[in-house]
């Protein structure tokens, strides 16, 4: 309970400096023994899902937040310090008068025109002229709760009575094979789940000097690699020896690298923050990227659109990266575009829908600039994320009552909402949303995906497992792949929200060639673990309910034979994992929703959270950046079953107008014909005196041009008359 003087201080930074140079020098020994992930296993797919693609200045700033960590425990070992007294001290103390005062990030300054910008920076920052760093990409997440390190600081989450069992222990304990279908869904519903996920929220592993990914397994014999051989960002999963599924294949490891830290702009002592490597908000920038780098390497610099390349019959397809040498040659604003072919269709369709766009703009204002063009394309394109996510997205996964309770419902036709920066708070992604809650949409995703050909009837020989495709998109360019699965997305049933899972991602998540894979749900334990994100009952109190002393209090909110699975997980009610206890839950959702009461609480927080603290907003007026009235109206009519009509291979010509619900022509959302599903009306962009909050997107060109001809034209009128006159 010792006060620190300076004098700990400085040792304690001594020390962690002392740390991470051995760190170093381990990691070139690891590199030059190979001791990195090889193309072909799982843990390389895994790596192209969670690994680390930030410039040099990112990984040199993690490398900081790493030596400010390691000092943090090397104090609070020397103070004997309680868990809970570093979390409460450590942060207290600042890093001013020690050698690391320069290792912390420099605070970010707008440009001044940034007082009326218009349209998003592509890092995330400055949306928050008092906060330009809230949102930015490369951030820590936010907490909603305190973290529940077990030392406090950094040590994985750990039970106070008995030690966690293996997340590999609780994945086969608890998680059913696949049954329960959301019958009222379409698989769409899974998919636009995973798009957003991408566009908010992306926690990078740890990767050593040179890019790579440390090997945390011995990947010969499938067991723990030896104790000098690694590296100290492995957390690798323990499997059984009898295990179930993997004994067959004498697999007692599963590779698992902790993720990136990062420091906050407070500069001091503090426990780890994981990193969002790319930005907060819902920016489009699964679509965009999150970089300026990224956006440049993402656009054409033509008529505003978006690159792409081309099917041998015309069609637009992502772009293909240069020099790319296996089946994930596809690129767009993020990494993980192509991790399944559904997937990859819809960022397909969302590239497609941004071209179509620009086109049609630039049709309208041939006089706009590129970057006009393309500044203004974009905002639309946002636009249409926010109104599907807000108005179709979540009203199916939460259900009507909670759209209300939580108010998330955007404005109405004819109004706008406001936003006050000097009230507005963080945006940031909540750490226990994406490392954990959220993740429950990951037990909707079906193991065989199903396509239906233009008569809507199943094409049996064309459906395919996942685990086949992950991250391999080369059935995009297959003639009629991309409109049977649209259809198939619009018509196949998700699974439901449960303890129920497909074996693709259990047993063969990223198998590649390989007989076996990994387990998703371990993963994800794994991760809320490392994550340090309290457990299930702590988070229920948060959420106002009560808290379980027993594992038979939560019998109000979980049916009695899962609460026997969790017995079987757990030593303890205290000891659940966050993520597993909203799976539990979401047996029983609640009414008119499709996740429990806790999972609820939490996802419908972070959408507030997300909508109400973004000046960019689509339904934000008396902003710089606002649409006139006519052109949110037309936003509103926008919808995902429209943008699929407009962007398919050409042979998708009907569609339910909700299309995360099942086609079903009794409930009013049988399929139909496309041109009867409304679309927006881009003539609302023509002429930008039509629209004087608009008036910025005419070129400066343009505008010297309406006084330059005219005086010209007076001018020549005035010489000529002389010329006559004389
Ligand atoms: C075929 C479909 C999907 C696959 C194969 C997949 C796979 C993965 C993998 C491998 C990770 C990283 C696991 C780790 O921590 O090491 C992940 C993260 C995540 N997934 Fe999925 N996922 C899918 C769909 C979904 C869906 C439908 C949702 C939600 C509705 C979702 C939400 C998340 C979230 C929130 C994260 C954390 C992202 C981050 O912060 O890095 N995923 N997923």
Same mark, same amino acid.
């Given at each position: 309970?010792?006060?620190?003087?300076?004098?700990?201080?400085?040792?304690?930074?001594?020390?962690?400096?002392?740390?991470?140079?051995?760190?170093?020098?381990?990691?070139?020994?690891?590199?030059?023994? $190979?001791?990195?992930?090889?193309?072909?296993?799982?843990?390389?797919?895994?790596?192209?899902?969670?690994? &680390?693609?930030?410039?040099?200045?990112?990984?040199?700033?993690?490398?900081?937040?790493?030596?400010?960590?390691?000092?943090?425990?090397?104090?609070?070992?020397?103070?004997?310090?309680?868990?809970?007294?570093?979390?409460?001290?450590?942060?207290?103390?600042?890093?001013?008068?020690?050698?690391?005062?320069?290792?912390?990030?420099?605070?970010?300054?707008?440009?001044?025109?940034?007082?009326?910008?218009?349209?998003?920076?592509?890092?995330?920052?400055? +949306?928050?002229?008092?906060?330009?760093?809230?949102?930015?990409? &490369?951030?820590?997440?936010?907490?909603?709760?305190?973290?529940?390190?077990?030392? $406090?600081?950094?040590?994985?989450?750990?039970?106070?009575?008995?030690?966690?069992?293996?997340?590999?222990?609780?994945?086969?304990?608890?998680?059913?094979?696949?049954?329960?279908?959301?019958?009222?869904?379409?698989?769409?519903?899974?998919?636009?789940?995973?798009?957003?996920?991408?566009?908010?929220?992306?926690?990078?592993?740890?990767?050593?000097?040179?890019?790579?990914?440390?090997?945390?397994?011995?990947?010969?014999?499938?067991?723990?690699?030896?104790?000098?051989?690694?590296?100290?960002?492995?957390?690798?999963?323990?499997?059984?020896?009898?295990?179930?599924?993997?004994?067959?294949?004498?697999?007692?490891?599963?590779?698992?690298?902790?993720?990136?830290?990062?420091?906050?702009?407070?500069?001091?002592?503090?426990?780890?923050?994981?990193?969002?490597?790319?930005?907060?908000?819902?920016?489009?920038?699964?679509?965009?990227?999150?970089?300026?780098?990224?956006?440049?390497?993402?656009?054409?610099?033509?008529?505003?659109?978006?690159?792409?390349?081309?099917?041998?019959?015309?069609?637009?397809?992502?772009?293909?990266?240069?020099?790319?040498?296996?089946?994930?040659?596809?690129?767009?604003?993020?990494?993980?575009?192509?991790?399944?072919?559904?997937?990859?269709?819809?960022?397909?369709?969302?590239?497609?829908?941004?071209?179509?766009?620009?086109?049609?703009?630039?049709?309208?204002?041939?006089?706009?600039?590129?970057?006009?063009?393309?500044?203004?394309?974009?905002?639309?394109?946002?636009?249409?994320?926010?109104?599907?996510? #807000?108005?179709?997205?979540?009203?199916?996964?939460?259900?009507?009552?909670?759209?209300?309770?939580?108010?998330? &419902?955007?404005?109405?036709?004819?109004?706008?909402?406001?936003?006050?920066?000097?009230?507005?708070?963080?945006?940031?992604?909540?750490?226990?949303?994406?490392?954990?809650?959220?993740?429950?949409?990951?037990?909707?995703?079906?193991?065989?995906?199903?396509?239906?050909?233009?008569?809507?009837?199943?094409?049996?020989?064309?459906?395919?497992?996942?685990?086949?495709?992950?991250?391999?998109?080369?059935?995009?360019?297959?003639? $009629?792949?991309?409109?049977?699965?649209?259809?198939?997305?619009?018509?196949?049933?998700?699974?439901?929200?449960?303890?129920?899972?497909?074996?693709?991602?259990? &047993?063969?998540?990223?198998?590649?060639?390989?007989?076996?894979?990994?387990?998703?749900?371990?993963?994800?334990?794994?991760?809320?673990?490392?994550?340090?994100?309290?457990?299930?009952?702590?988070?229920?109190?948060?959420?106002?309910?009560?808290?379980?002393?027993?594992?038979?209090?939560?019998?109000?909110?979980?049916?009695?034979?899962?609460?026997?699975?969790?017995?079987?997980? #757990?030593?303890?009610?205290?000891?659940?994992?966050?993520?597993?206890?909203?799976?539990?839950?979401?047996?029983?959702?609640?009414?008119?929703?499709?996740?429990?009461?806790?999972?609820?609480?939490?996802?419908?927080?972070?959408?507030?959270?997300?909508?109400?603290?973004?000046?960019?907003?689509?339904?934000?007026?008396?902003?710089?950046?606002?649409?006139?009235?006519?052109?949110?109206?037309?936003?509103?009519?926008?919808?995902?079953?429209?943008?699929?009509?407009?962007?398919?291979?050409?042979?998708?010509?009907?569609?339910?107008?909700?299309?995360?619900?099942?086609?079903?022509?009794?409930?009013?959302?049988?399929?139909?014909?496309?041109?009867?599903?409304?679309?927006?009306?881009?003539?609302?962009?023509?002429?930008?005196?039509?629209?004087?909050?608009?008036?910025?997107?005419?070129?400066?060109?343009?505008?010297?041009?309406?006084?330059?001809?005219?005086?010209?034209?007076?001018?020549?009128?005035?010489?000529?008359?002389?010329? +006559?006159?004389?």
């Amino acid at each position: 309970n010792d006060v620190p003087v300076l004098d700990d201080l400085h040792d304690a930074v001594e020390q962690g400096l002392a740390q991470v140079e051995s760190m170093l020098d381990l990691e070139s020994q690891l590199i030059a023994k $190979g001791l990195t992930v090889d193309r072909g296993t799982s843990a390389h797919l895994h790596s192209l899902m969670v690994g &680390n693609s930030g410039s040099q200045q990112q990984k040199d700033s993690a490398l900081n937040a790493v030596r400010i960590l390691a000092a943090s425990s090397h104090l609070k070992n020397k103070l004997n310090w309680s868990a809970d007294q570093a979390r409460r001290s450590l942060p207290q103390l600042s890093l001013d008068k020690t050698a690391l005062k320069n290792s912390c990030p420099e605070s970010i300054t707008c440009p001044s025109s940034n007082v009326t910008i218009k349209y998003r920076p592509i890092d995330g920052s400055c +949306h928050n002229l008092f906060r330009p760093d809230w949102g930015k990409a &490369n951030t820590p997440f936010q907490r909603a709760l305190p973290n529940a390190y077990s030392d $406090g600081v950094f040590e994985p989450r750990n039970s106070p009575s008995s030690p966690l069992k293996s997340p590999r222990v609780v994945s086969t304990s608890f998680i059913k094979p696949a049954s329960t279908t959301a019958s009222d869904f379409t698989l769409m519903l899974m998919t636009w789940g995973q798009l957003i996920t991408h566009d908010l929220t992306k926690a990078s592993s740890f990767t050593s000097a040179d890019g790579k990914t440390p090997q945390c397994c011995n990947v010969t014999s499938g067991q723990p690699l030896d104790r000098e051989y690694l590296h100290p960002f492995c957390l690798s999963i323990e499997i059984p020896v009898n295990d179930q599924f993997y004994s067959k294949y004498n697999q007692t490891c599963m590779s698992f690298v902790r993720t990136q830290i990062g420091a906050d702009y407070s500069c001091s002592f503090g426990h780890a923050e994981q990193l969002n490597s790319i930005t907060h908000w819902l920016d489009g920038s699964m679509i965009y990227g999150s970089s300026s780098s990224e956006l440049s390497d993402l656009r054409l610099g033509q008529g505003g659109e978006l690159k792409n390349s081309t099917t041998s019959d015309g069609k637009e397809l992502l772009p293909l990266r240069s020099s790319c040498s296996d089946a994930t040659c596809y690129y767009a604003g993020d990494v993980r575009a192509q991790e399944n072919p559904q997937l990859a269709v819809v960022h397909t369709v969302m590239m497609r829908e941004h071209n179509r766009i620009a086109r049609a703009l630039k049709q309208l204002n041939s006089l706009w600039s590129e970057e006009v063009l393309f500044q203004e394309t974009r905002s639309i394109v946002i636009a249409e994320l926010h109104h599907i996510t #807000y108005t179709e997205y979540l009203p199916a996964m939460l259900g009507e009552q909670a759209m209300r309770d939580y108010n998330l &419902n955007p404005s109405a036709t004819d109004a706008y909402s406001t936003y006050d920066e000097t009230t507005a708070r963080d945006p940031s992604v909540w750490n226990e949303f994406a490392a954990a809650v959220f993740r429950v949409g990951h037990s909707q995703v079906q193991g065989t995906l199903v396509l239906y050909n233009a008569s809507d009837d199943q094409v049996p020989d064309q459906s395919f497992t996942l685990s086949s495709y992950f991250f391999d998109a080369s059935k995009l360019p297959q003639p $009629g792949f991309i409109d049977n699965a649209i259809r198939g997305l619009t018509k196949q049933m998700p699974l439901a929200i449960n303890a129920e899972y497909t074996s693709q991602l259990t &047993n063969y998540l990223f198998k590649g060639s390989n007989p076996y894979g990994m387990d998703l749900v371990a993963l994800n334990v794994q991760r809320g673990r490392e994550h340090g994100i309290p457990d299930y009952n702590t988070v229920r109190v948060f959420c106002g309910f009560p808290k379980a002393n027993t594992f038979d209090d939560l019998a109000s909110e979980i049916d009695q034979a899962t609460i026997n699975s969790l017995k079987n997980a #757990y030593d303890s009610v205290d000891d659940i994992d966050l993520y597993i206890g909203c799976l539990a839950e979401s047996a029983q959702p609640v009414n008119g929703s499709l996740l429990g009461p806790t999972g609820l609480c939490v996802v419908a927080k972070q959408f507030a959270v997300t909508k109400n603290n973004d000046r960019f907003f689509y339904d934000v007026g008396n902003q710089p950046n606002s649409f006139t009235m006519v052109q949110l109206n037309e936003i509103r009519k926008t919808s995902l079953a429209r943008i699929l009509c407009d962007n398919n291979n050409g042979d998708v010509s009907t569609m339910q107008p909700k299309a995360f619900r099942a086609p079903d022509a009794t409930s009013n959302n049988g399929r139909q014909p496309c041109s009867s599903i409304p679309s927006i009306n881009l003539t609302a962009w023509k002429d930008a005196k039509a629209s004087p909050n608009k008036a910025s997107v005419v070129a400066p060109s343009v505008l010297l041009a309406f006084i330059f001809i005219p005086s010209l034209l007076m001018y020549i009128f005035i010489i000529d008359t002389q010329d +006559h006159q004389c």
